[in-house]
């Protein structure tokens, strides 16, 4: 049996069955192949069919050992206990290795976030230019803030997905999953403005957020632009997309929005995702008590 013939069918069907993004993909490929080298060290290449969740275990501490962090790991595990699903429903294995193989266990990280106050200063007038990459990078803010989306959600978001109408954005987010989410009519000006100024730059795309020649554009490019922009107004250790999507959900939870209803905006698959952000609306409601209660020392 020809375990890299069957990582590459396990990530053909991924990619064309479950719809799973480009970033997804690397990701898996990356994890299998890792784990075929991990084999290939102790046993003959190629052979899986002598994997048991003694293998497993022994390449889990393996990574530990190289300083992976446990939630990385998780992903790892993740992806092998998918892959060996799909060897059993494809009958090349008659026994699943990943049965008595746990995840381990990971403290709970508080998703970052900027204040309220500091996003309305990248908001200012004058933070930003008047030409196509400085409008760009404006809108790139403007509309993870606006909606939550994710960086991937983004990358692929066309302009013929936006409802100017009706103000709301149409996301193909994780497993193809199709939502609608809407955005503050304020963004409208900002993603009119971006568009013309895009026209008479000469620069035709059908994706909304590209580079000058027109191509769609990537995480890292994405992820300049808010580490730019967050690093100027906060002191947070990570400006990351996801600190603006974390700061959308956390302010709109802040302001009273129904947890469920956010849930379904975020695009999580279930409310235990989503119940995070409860947290740092509790940490909101102390730091208020300390400044507000005489007492408040005793907290």
Same mark, same amino acid.
């Given at each position: 049996?020809?375990?890299?013939?069957?990582i =590459?069918?396990f990530i053909?069907?991924q990619?064309t069955?479950?719809?799973r993004?480009?970033?997804?993909?690397?990701?898996? !490929?990356i994890d299998?192949? %890792?784990?075929?080298?991990?084999?290939?060290?102790d046993?003959?290449?190629?052979?899986?069919t002598? +994997?048991? !969740?003694?293998? +497993?275990?022994?390449?889990?501490v393996s990574?530990?050992?190289?300083k992976?962090?446990?939630?990385s790991?998780?992903r *790892?595990i993740a &992806?092998?206990?998918?892959f $060996?699903k799909?060897?059993?429903?494809?009958k090349k294995?008659?026994?699943d290795p990943?049965l008595k193989v746990i995840?381990l266990?990971?403290?709970? &990280?508080?998703?970052q976030?900027?204040?309220? !106050?500091?996003?309305?200063a990248i %908001?200012?007038e004058g933070l930003?230019?008047?030409?196509f990459?400085a409008?760009?990078?404006?809108? +790139?803010?403007?509309?993870?803030?606006?909606?939550?989306?994710?960086?991937?959600?983004?990358i692929?978001?066309?302009v013929s997905d936006?409802?100017f109408?009706?103000? $709301?954005i149409?996301v193909?987010?994780?497993?193809n999953? %199709?939502?609608?989410v809407?955005?503050?009519?304020?963004?409208t =000006?900002?993603?009119?403005n971006?568009?013309?100024?895009k *026209?008479? =730059?000469?620069?035709?795309?059908?994706?909304?957020?590209c580079t000058?020649k027109?191509? *769609?554009a990537?995480?890292?490019?994405i992820?300049?632009?808010t580490? *730019?922009?967050?690093?100027?107004v906060?002191?947070?250790?990570?400006?990351s997309p996801?600190?603006?999507?974390? =700061?959308?959900?956390?302010?709109?939870?802040?302001n009273?929005?129904?947890l469920?209803?956010?849930?379904?905006l975020?695009?999580?698959?279930?409310?235990?995702?989503?119940q995070v952000?409860?947290?740092?609306?509790?940490?909101?409601?102390?730091?208020?008590?300390?400044l507000?209660?005489p007492?408040? %020392?005793?907290?």
């Amino acid at each position: 049996m020809d375990f890299r013939k069957d990582i =590459s069918e396990f990530i053909a069907e991924q990619a064309t069955q479950k719809r799973r993004s480009e970033h997804t993909i690397v990701a898996y !490929s990356i994890d299998l192949n %890792q784990f075929l080298e991990f084999i290939e060290s102790d046993s003959p290449p190629n052979d899986y069919t002598k +994997v048991n !969740s003694q293998i +497993v275990r022994a390449w889990i501490v393996s990574l530990s050992e190289k300083k992976i962090a446990n939630k990385s790991i998780n992903r *790892k595990i993740a &992806v092998l206990r998918s892959f $060996f699903k799909f060897l059993l429903k494809e009958k090349k294995i008659i026994k699943d290795p990943m049965l008595k193989v746990i995840a381990l266990k990971t403290p709970q &990280v508080l998703p970052q976030y900027a204040r309220e !106050s500091e996003m309305n200063a990248i %908001q200012e007038e004058g933070l930003f230019g008047d030409d196509f990459e400085a409008k760009r990078d404006h809108l +790139v803010i403007e509309i993870i803030y606006g909606t939550g989306i994710r960086l991937s959600e983004l990358i692929h978001l066309k302009v013929s997905d936006i409802d100017f109408y009706q103000n $709301f954005i149409k996301v193909i987010g994780k497993g193809n999953k %199709q939502r609608i989410v809407p955005f503050p009519k304020e963004l409208t =000006s900002f993603i009119e403005n971006y568009i013309e100024t895009k *026209k008479q =730059s000469s620069i035709f795309s059908d994706y909304l957020i590209c580079t000058l020649k027109g191509e *769609k554009a990537y995480p890292m490019l994405i992820q300049r632009i808010t580490n *730019k922009h967050l690093s100027a107004v906060t002191s947070l250790a990570k400006t990351s997309p996801h600190v603006l999507r974390h =700061s959308y959900a956390t302010h709109l939870l802040n302001n009273g929005a129904d947890l469920n209803a956010i849930k379904e905006l975020l695009g999580h698959s279930s409310l235990a995702a989503t119940q995070v952000y409860t947290h740092n609306s509790i940490e909101k409601i102390k730091e208020n008590y300390k400044l507000a209660h005489p007492k408040a %020392q005793k907290i």
